[in-house]
């Protein structure tokens, strides 16, 4: 049974750092594309950013440069670090993975249809 766990949301101070986790189960993480999207009281989905199985990253409009995914496929475990946080950044965080053979790039990953989703983790930036 697959199962996406995300964790480690909280209540930060604009330029702050929070590092989200995704615990996987179920299917072999290292076949898959992991991403994390981010939806705002208000607004639509938002693609923040995608590590494919073969390491080529895609980032979010947003987040170049403060954000970044890594993943350890031994534990079974996706990250999102989050750095230099503005209060924009304030979202429902939740982690995808797609695959095996998932073929992202740069303009479609936020619309592919992903297979499996955590349930997300709040993050609140705000003084």
């Known amino acids: 049974q697959v199962h996406l766990v995300d964790s480690g949301g909280g209540l930060v101070q604009p330029g702050g750092s929070l590092r989200l986790s995704c615990g996987t189960s179920g299917f072999p993480l290292d076949d898959y594309a992991v991403a994390w999207f981010r939806r705002a009281p208000g607004k639509e989905r938002e693609g923040v950013i995608c590590e494919t199985s073969d390491g080529t990253t895609y980032y979010g409009d947003s987040v170049a440069g403060r954000f970044t995914i890594s993943r350890d496929n031994a534990k079974n475990m996706v990250y999102l670090q989050m750095d230099n946080l503005k209060p924009d950044d304030t979202a429902l965080y939740f982690c995808?993975?797609?695959?095996?053979?998932?073929?992202?790039?740069?303009?479609?990953?936020?619309?592919?249809?992903?297979?499996?989703w955590g349930q997300g983790t709040q993050v609140t930036i705000s003084s």
């Open positions: 995808g993975a797609a695959g095996p053979g998932a073929i992202m790039a740069a303009t479609t990953w936020v619309q592919y249809e992903f297979d499996f």
